[in-house]
Every structure is written in C-alpha cells, then in structure tokens.
C-alpha cells in the first residue's frame, strides 16, 4: 500500500481547502456533493477541489503593477480526473493549470480526500 499525504505549502506549494467546512460556514450559498457520492467516486471520474496557491514571484510582480495588492495566497477551484482510488481517499491528475503558479502543471498527481471534493461532473 501506498502512504500517500496531502499537498503542503512547504513541499508542494499548495494545500487543498476543505469543502466540507465552507458547506457548514456557508450552508444556504456552498453546496457541495453529498457525503454518499463523495465517498464513492470511481476512476475516471472528474472532480473540483479548491487549491490555496503559494504564487510564483512573477505572478506577484504582476499584481502589484496591476494594483491587486500584495498577493501571499491564490485561491483556485481546478479539475481534477481521478486516476486511484485509496483506502481513505484519492490519486488525481490535474486537468487545469493555475493562473498564478506555473510550478503546478497540467497532469500533476494529487492526493485528497472526499471532504476536498465540491463539485464533480456526472
């Protein structure tokens, strides 16, 4: 068996948001899948996780010049194809890359578990 973790903002310069939270923060305006379909998605199936994002330092000196202020996280909803299913989670391919890092590229592996899930396409 595999020991796969979690992204973290030292080693992979992001980490995932976890949907559940927002959905209990949030309730009346984030839905996100109920706890049956995200425990139970299959390989091949594409789902939406939220990436908090550690931008690259030119994506940095681009929002300063565009007065976005000064830019220490980027949040990004991105899709992700799963490609494994775990005891306790999944394995995905990134199928987007984000705006603000060039580092995180398309195909990248991710492991995450059903809570990171908030959307999925049927």
Same mark, same amino acid.
């Given at each position: 068996?595999?020991?796969?973790?979690?992204?973290?903002? /030292? /080693?992979?310069?992001?980490?995932?948001?976890?949907? +559940? $939270?927002?959905?209990?923060?949030?309730?009346?305006?984030?839905?996100?899948?109920?706890?049956?379909?995200?425990?139970?998605?299959?390989?091949?199936?594409? /789902?939406?996780?939220?990436?908090?994002?550690?931008?690259?330092? +030119?994506?940095?000196?681009?929002?300063?010049?565009?007065?976005?202020?000064?830019?220490?996280?980027?949040? +990004?909803?991105?899709?992700?194809?799963?490609?494994?299913?775990?005891?306790?989670?999944? /394995?995905?391919?990134?199928?987007? +890359?984000?705006?603000?890092?060039?580092?995180?590229?398309?195909?990248?592996?991710?492991?995450? $578990?059903?809570?990171?899930?908030?959307?999925?396409?049927?």
């Amino acid at each position: 068996m595999k020991n796969y973790k979690l992204p973290s903002k /030292v /080693v992979d310069m992001f980490t995932l948001e976890d949907g +559940e $939270e927002q959905n209990k923060k949030y309730p009346d305006s984030f839905e996100i899948p109920d706890s049956y379909r995200r425990n139970t998605l299959k390989i091949g199936g594409d /789902v939406k996780l939220m990436f908090n994002i550690t931008p690259t330092m +030119e994506f940095k000196a681009m929002a300063k010049a565009t007065k976005m202020g000064i830019v220490k996280e980027f949040g +990004e909803r991105m899709w992700v194809k799963i490609v494994e299913v775990t005891e306790d989670g999944y /394995v995905g391919t990134l199928a987007n +890359e984000p705006i603000c890092n060039h580092k995180i590229k398309f195909g990248r592996k991710i492991y995450f $578990e059903p809570r990171h899930v908030i959307c999925t396409l049927d």
